[in-house]
T-cell receptor, first 111, second 113 residues
Framework: SQQGEEDPQALSIQEGENATMNCSYK?????LQWYRQNSGRGLVHLILIRSNEREKHSGRLRVTLDTSKKSSSLLITASRAADTASYFCATESNTGNQFYFGTGTSLTVIP | EAQVTQNPRYLITVTGKKLTVTCSQNMNHEYMSWYRQDPGLGLRQIYYSMNVEVTDKGDVPEGYKVSRKEKRNFPLILESPSPNQTSLYFC????????????FGPGTRLTVT
């Protein structure tokens, strides 16, 4: 399987703190995406980083990519209770046809 | 409103009784895909379609069929469901090519007894 893995599996923080989650993947990639899922609902796209990029920002989100280590991290700054959700990384095959999702990090932000 | 819809949202059925989960998108996307989500395993791709009449297997296609007769619809068919197909299923769509986000449906929770 080419499925990636997120670390940690679960994370609990206080509101206002930063949350960092990591993703490791197995094959070479063209890009890596992060998605968010509220409990039992559909996934929502957060941010995409291309293989030739090392860091990308979007609002309170910061994503890094290290292709030599086949890993990525997602940082959520100044977390809010509404950030409580599961977060998944996803990579796509070189042909752009298949997608491989990680196992997810469950984030709980305590008000 | 741009969206991906799935029906039904919840389904309880018995082993061996054929069922179809429908998926429809209104964004004129060429690419559509089905995933199943199981605890601890994340999302795994079942089938995908690059365009009308073009479908291919993902990582876990066994026990599933799909068809793509129209651009907007991509139904998932379980000809003879078994309890190990109890899962949460998601349909997704995106424009063709790489580096495009996928738009996900709300999910279908299937229980096979």
């Amino acid at each position: 399987s080419q499925q990636g893995e997120e670390d940690p599996q679960a994370l609990s923080i206080q509101e206002g703190e930063n949350a960092t989650m990591n993703c490791s993947y197995k094959t070479s990639i063209n890009n890596l995406q992060w998605y968010r899922q509220n409990s039992g609902r559909g996934l929502v796209h957060l941010i995409l980083i291309r293989s030739n990029e090392r860091e990308k920002h979007s609002g309170r989100l910061r994503v890094t990519l290290d292709t030599s280590k086949k890993s990525s991290s997602l940082l959520i700054t100044a977390s809010r209770a509404a950030d409580t959700a599961s977060y998944f990384c996803a990579t796509e095959s070189n042909t752009g046809n298949q997608f491989y999702f990680g196992t997810g990090t469950s984030l709980t932000v305590i008000p | 409103e741009a969206q991906v819809t799935q029906n039904p949202r919840y389904l309880i059925t018995v082993t061996g009784k054929k069922l179809t989960v429908t998926c429809s998108q209104n964004m004129n996307h060429e690419y559509m895909s089905w995933y199943r989500q199981d605890p601890g395993l994340g999302l795994r791709q079942i089938y995908y379609s690059m365009n009308v009449e073009v479908t291919d297997k993902g990582d876990v296609p066994e026990g599933y069929k799909v068809s793509r007769k129209e651009k907007r619809n991509f139904p998932l068919i379980l000809e003879s469901p078994s309890p190990n197909q109890t899962s949460l299923y998601f349909c997704a769509s995106s424009p063709p090519g790489q580096a495009y986000e996928q738009y996900f449906g709300p999910g279908t929770r299937l229980t096979v007894t």
